[in-house]
């Protein structure tokens, strides 16, 4: 009888279940599961690791579901800069915001996060509104808010005319003293090598990097890159001619097979920033991309068509006839001139 007067007790004290669970526990989006008696519970709703006290998570953790679900799609080639440069804007931009719930950020926070910097430094400024943006949306469909701020705020933020960026470019005639600086430094071999195909071939930085043995045709002398590499992924692979020197050095990397053609010390690919600290060590004024603007300016003092080197550099080459023209007979003359490039700067 003692007993069951105790478990009668015991049932009454814990009422419609939130004495065991704790309400503010539970997402406001819980229900029961279909079929479940109204007053029955089962066991505690298990929290996710985002979802904070009680007005649910900061931004600063709202900010890293988004970043970890959007960061996958990504390509190899960016990712791992993209996921340091969204972590470098919540750390050194976005601090007034981290630990507040994102649930209370009003259109003034944001205002307030992003003035500062949209006229001085615009682009970044524009970026951290759309990260903002792409946090607030995800807000949304957990049940978190209602409204994202950001449009109301980027209808109120002054129109900034952004001045064109381009990168820092070595004249053409300095490319082969770089070259020979690389070529004598004491950086790793695949480094070394990594850099001087990139400078042959007028590739962009990680077309270089992230090349692989099943895109190079040794006997063919062609280095074809797919489109999932490139900057444009709808125009198609691109092939490259290699000439004698670019040839060589891709032999002086391996025998080939599977794979990339250069690693990093623990076998991954090499850092994205991998060629710019390169430079910076040998005191080298110029942006990696800049070696692209070295060719161009190359091909147009030597008297090269234009479209020769558009062609080279996987440029847009006008309509469709022009396109077509340009993976046909503009092939086999881009091999002449990738061979006195290298020639010139490779010496």
């Not at 006229?119 to 509104?129: E, G, N, R, V």
């Not at 690693?263 to 060590?281: I, Q, V």
């Not at 080298?284 to 991309?289: F, L």
């Not at 091909?299 to 550099?313: I, K, N, Q, V, Y």
Request: proline share 7%.
């Amino acid at each position: 009888m003692g007993r069951r007067r105790s478990r009668e007790r015991s049932y009454r004290a814990r009422g419609d279940g939130a004495a065991i669970t704790g309400s503010e526990d539970i997402p406001s989006s819980a229900s029961p599961r279909p079929g479940r008696q109204p007053g029955r519970t089962g066991a505690p709703a298990r929290r996710r690791p985002w979802q904070g006290g009680p007005r649910g998570p900061t931004f600063a953790a709202a900010f890293e579901q988004v970043l970890a679900t959007r960061a996958p799609s990504w390509k190899e080639g960016v990712r791992a800069s993209s996921v340091r440069s969204w972590r470098q804007h919540l750390r050194d931009y976005l601090g007034g915001l981290a630990e507040r719930p994102v649930a209370d950020l009003s259109s003034a926070d944001v205002q307030g996060a992003v003035t500062p910097l949209w006229a001085t430094k615009h682009k970044t400024a524009q970026k951290l509104l759309r990260r903002i943006g792409n946090v607030m949306q995800w807000a949304i469909t957990q049940g978190l808010r209602t409204d994202d701020p950001v449009p109301a705020v980027a209808r109120t933020l002054p129109k900034v005319k952004a001045a064109p960026n381009h990168y820092p470019a070595l004249p053409h005639g300095e490319v082969a003293g770089v070259l020979a600086r690389v070529r004598a430094s004491g950086a790793r071999r695949d480094m070394r090598l990594a850099f001087e195909l990139m400078v042959l071939t007028a590739v962009r930085t990680g077309e270089a990097r992230l090349a692989r043995w099943e895109e190079v045709d040794f006997d063919g002398r062609t280095w074809t890159i797919p489109p999932q590499r490139m900057k444009y992924t709808e125009r198609g692979d691109h092939q490259v001619p290699l000439s004698a020197r670019a040839l060589g050095v891709t032999r002086e990397a391996g025998a080939g097979g599977q794979g990339l053609v250069f690693r990093a010390p623990r076998g991954g690919a090499l850092p994205e920033d991998a060629f710019r600290e390169l430079l910076r060590l040998l005191g080298v004024q110029a942006n990696p991309h800049g070696f692209r603007s070295s060719f161009r300016d190359w091909c147009a003092e030597s008297g090269h068509p234009r479209e020769l080197a558009e062609a080279a550099l996987a440029h847009a080459v006008g309509d469709k006839v022009e396109a077509a023209y340009a993976r046909t007979d503009l092939y086999e003359r881009r091999r002449g001139v990738m061979e006195a490039w290298g020639g010139y700067v490779a010496g």
